[in-house]
């Protein structure tokens, strides 16, 4: 079992930055890659960002890329995502997830194993 609790969350005017923090508890966290999800109101869970178990591989979706930067540190069990350049669009619940698996095209909901509770991000325009 892995339990993960997000924070960081927060209101913030568009271009604005904000850093969300994801620490994890439980079994070794460098046995699993890491990936970000946001699910605004009525809208599906969508992938954001992910990094591998080693930290070398990065992937993101088209609509962060250039903006949000995910890291990890495995010996304090943390996973980040620096979001630059906020825009309203990104508003939502964001989720930090698990996936005992390896695969940079990993980025669909039912491949992640442990999820967050979850950190509301609000970006004022």
């Known amino acids: 079992q892995v339990q993960l609790v997000e924070s960081g969350g927060g209101l913030v005017q568009a271009e604005g930055s904000l850093r969300l923090s994801c620490a994890a508890s439980?079994?070794?966290?460098?046995?699993?890659?890491v990936g970000w999800f946001r699910q605004a109101p009525g809208k599906e869970r969508e992938f954001v960002a992910r990094?591998?178990?080693?930290?070398?591989?990065?992937t993101y979706a088209d609509s962060v890329k250039g903006r949000f930067t995910i890291s990890r540190n495995n010996a304090a069990n943390t996973v980040y995502l620096q979001m630059n350049g906020l825009k309203p669009d990104d508003t939502g619940v964001y989720y930090c997830?698990?996936?005992?698996?390896?695969?940079?095209?990993?980025?669909?909901?039912?491949?992640?194993?442990?999820w967050g509770q979850g950190t509301q991000v609000t970006v004022s325009s």
């Open positions: 990094m591998s178990r080693s930290g070398t591989v990065t």
């Open positions: 439980g079994r070794t966290f460098n046995d699993y890659a």
């Open positions: 997830a698990a996936d005992g698996r390896s695969g940079s095209g990993r980025r669909y909901e039912y491949q992640y194993d442990y």
